[in-house]
């Protein structure tokens, strides 16, 4: 690596170097690895592109889950979903025993590899919320819903520091991953007070179309707020929130209960 030196200083290819800024100065040196051309053409390279094709299948499905999701995975997801959810859609797209290698999709791979994923690895459910609920997705009505019977928040609930209440939102979504298209919908419980107190029986439901030729999803989060003059402040930008993907149904499997 060489400085650059003189009046003239730039940055961007030249021939066979590159020119760029650091923040030591401006820098030149020779440009190294296959050109993206032969990569895109040589038979050498077919595994290559065919990897590259699968990664951004899987990219471009995280993605639309995260968009689909948007609302509760802006208060509940940790800073590493994005890579996290890459690495599952690959698992996916790999279980894809249909297509050929570098045509293997989401459709055709194992959509069940997503269930119970969980968005926040730093407040999993399991040590956030101990209740026991049920959760459901019925394709033919398009309805998921999440039932949760009395509980006691504070023994069934593991609080943050500063808490007064906790909120629990269920969300659905059909995917259609080849068209990049989604359906969505959420709903969201009222301020639960954490005390020593059973609530009352909760139950939430979500609905789609119904008969949706797409994989369903649905999910759960748990968020934890403070409430100050009768309005809810979150703690920590949703750090202690958690959520988790409750059920996933792919076309032509029968209803799922979970938990």
């Avoid at 590159?18 to 050498?44: E, I, L, M, N, W």
């Avoid at 949706?212 to 930008?237: C, G, H, K, T, W």
Wanted: hydrophobic residues 40%.
């Amino acid at each position: 690596m060489s400085k650059q030196d003189g009046l003239l200083q730039f940055t961007g290819p030249l021939e066979n170097l590159s020119f760029y800024k650091t923040k030591h100065g401006y820098v030149v040196r020779k440009r190294s690895g296959v050109p993206g051309a032969r990569v895109a053409t040589d038979p050498a390279f077919q595994r290559s592109r065919e990897n590259s094709w699968e990664f951004g299948r899987a990219g471009r499905a995280g993605k639309l889950l995260r968009t689909a999701f948007r609302n509760m995975i802006r208060n509940a997801a940790d800073g590493g979903v994005t890579p996290r959810l890459l690495r599952e859609f690959l698992k996916v797209i790999k279980a894809d025993a249909i297509s050929e290698r570098g045509w293997r999709n989401v459709v055709d791979g194992d959509i069940k590899i997503m269930e119970h994923f969980e968005f926040n690895t730093a407040r999993v459910m399991s040590t956030s919320f101990y209740a026991p609920l049920t959760a459901a997705i019925d394709r033919d009505t398009g309805k998921g819903t999440v039932v949760i019977p009395p509980f006691l928040p504070a023994k069934e609930v593991q609080a943050p520091h500063g808490a007064t209440h906790v909120i629990i939102t269920c969300g659905v979504s059909a995917i259609d991953f080849a068209g990049a298209r989604f359906e969505s919908d959420e709903v969201s419980s009222a301020p639960l007070l954490l005390d020593s107190r059973f609530t009352a029986p909760l139950t939430l439901t979500v609905s789609i179309s119904p008969h949706s030729p797409f994989p369903l999803f649905l999910a759960l989060s748990i968020e934890f707020v403070q409430m100050v003059n009768e309005r809810p402040y979150p703690l920590s930008d949703g750090a202690y929130s958690s959520m988790k993907m409750m059920v996933v149904s792919a076309p032509g499997l029968e209803r799922l209960l979970h938990q």
